[in-house]
């Protein structure tokens, strides 16, 4: 029986999304907005793009092309702002900060810059860990469970995405990048939630203006 792993495994997806979708809900928080949307996007482009591993399956728009880059920026550009949504970059640096950074992975996509454009991911992760590190700090030792677990899949999701140049298999490799990818977005975006919901719903909460990012 055919399960269709690559496709079923962005199930997963839904787990950051609905995550996303409650705090904005609940909190009417735009980056919230902005990260659910990225995450919607970039399940629906990697759905279309891993059609092309079944051939019993029609490519939508039967361009194979389109649906490369598609998938790898968005997921590229997801990543990275997922990232500055977890770690609670302020509005309006956010945005500015996910239009440059989706830019420049565009750029490194076009000019075929694989390795590149990992590499800017990596240093955006990196980075944003250290210039937010009282909210790493916070995450760390707050929610300790959630955040090793985050850790453990992103490990586990880098080394997954590499694996098949290892000579492993693609089929049962690429499926656990979805999972573990997914999960990790899941595991940063509900602790920001429980961040958020700490200070939002303190009866001492004020809304203050701030330099700092």
């Known amino acids: 029986m055919q399960f269709y792993w690559i496709l079923t495994s962005h199930i997963i997806g839904l787990l950051p999304i609905g995550q996303c ?24 482009f990697s759905i279309c793009y891993h059609t092309a591993d079944y051939e019993e399956i029609n490519v939508p728009l039967n361009s194979k092309y389109i649906w490369t880059i598609l998938d ?30 989706g830019t420049a992975l565009l750029f490194f996509k ?17 980075f944003t860990l250290i210039i937010k590190y009282k909210v790493t700090l916070k995450y760390l030792k707050q929610w300790y469970f959630r955040s090793i677990l985050a ?7 880098t080394y997954s995405i590499y694996a098949p140049n290892l000579g492993l298999d693609y089929a049962i490799w690429h499926p656990i990048w979805h999972c573990c990818i997914f999960t990790t977005a899941f595991m940063a ?25």
């Open 21 to 44: 979708l409650w705090s904005f809900k609940k909190y009417k928080t735009y980056d919230s907005l902005l990260t659910l949307l990225h995450l919607i996007f970039t399940v629906y």
């Open 72 to 101: 790898h920026w968005s997921s590229s550009i997801c990543i990275v702002e997922t990232t500055f949504y977890s770690l609670k970059v302020r509005e309006p640096i956010i945005y500015i900060m996910s239009y440059t950074s």
């Open 110 to 126: 076009l000019a075929d810059q694989k390795y590149a454009a990992h590499f800017f991911v990596f240093l955006s992760i990196l």
């Open 151 to 157: 850790a453990s899949c992103g490990s586990i999701a």
């Open 189 to 213: 975006t509900s602790m920001r939630h429980s961040f958020d919901k700490e200070i939002l719903d303190s009866p001492d909460y004020t809304r203050a203006a701030s330099d700092s990012i």
